[in-house]
């Protein structure tokens, strides 16, 4: 079993949909990252989160430490959000990052 | 004003031959990572530097060197590529070791 997963691997949604992307990890952690990865290949960090919640325009990500869980929400969905979404954890072991295998989005017009 | 570039962008080999890709930054930021991803796969840690001459290696080194003789240049060196090496290989840079990921654009390596 991975350490982290991520679910729903594949998310299909019209545009202005509430979107909801979810990530559980099973290692004692010390953050947890939201990455973006678009079409073109480039990965760019969204949040960083270690307790709590964070936004940033409409992209919100949450997490529940106890429950070893983090959702990333995306609010009034547009087709430009289309993209695979990445979550990370950093292991608080030895700080490094395992990686889940991504959500890949699409949203149409 | 990337921070952070990779070169080459593409690159086609043959099997058996050395390869190597470079990773430079402008940020001065102490850590520097290499990954290679795959399909089915989340990015895997090749090696990492934590400093000039500093490098450690990830989960999925074998095959695989790295040197780093000065702060913005961090090399990645396939000694005899084969197939199995065919994968997008990015680098991250970050301030502190597991914070703040900037990543270059990727190298599509295909070995033949």
């Known amino acids: 079993k991975n350490e982290v997963e991520q679910s729903p691997q594949n998310l299909t949604a019209q545009e202005g949909e509430f979107i909801t992307i979810n990530c559980s990890y099973s290692?004692?952690?010390?953050?947890l990252h939201w990455l973006q990865q678009h079409p073109g290949g480039g990965i760019v960090s969204l949040f960083m989160?270690?307790?709590?919640?964070k936004k940033h325009g409409r992209l919100i990500a949450t997490i529940n430490i106890q429950e070893k869980h983090s959702s990333l929400h995306i609010t009034a969905s547009h087709p430009r959000d289309s993209a695979v979404y990445i979550c990370?954890?950093?292991?608080?072991?030895?700080?490094?990052?395992?990686w889940g295998a991504g959500t890949k989005l699409i949203i149409k017009p | 004003d990337a921070g952070i570039t990779q070169s080459p962008r593409h690159k086609v080999t043959e099997t058996g031959t050395p390869v190597t890709l470079r990773c430079h930054q402008t940020?001065?930021?102490?850590?520097m990572y290499w990954y290679r991803q795959d399909p089915g796969h989340g990015l895997r840690l090749i090696h990492y530097?934590?400093?000039?001459?500093?490098?450690d290696k990830g989960e999925v080194s074998d095959g695989y060197s790295v040197s780093r003789s000065k702060t913005e240049d961090f090399l990645l060196t396939l000694e005899s590529a084969t197939s199995s090496q065919t994968s997008v290989y990015f680098c991250?840079?970050?301030?502190?070791f597991g914070y703040g990921y900037t990543f270059g654009s990727g190298t599509r390596l295909t070995v033949v």
């Open positions: 991250a840079i970050t301030p502190s």
């Open positions: 940020e001065n930021h102490r850590y």
């Open positions: 530097s934590y400093g000039v001459k500093d490098t």
């Open positions: 290692v004692g952690i010390s953050a």
């Open positions: 989160l270690s307790s709590g919640k």
């Open positions: 990370a954890a950093l292991r608080d072991s030895n700080y490094q990052l395992i």
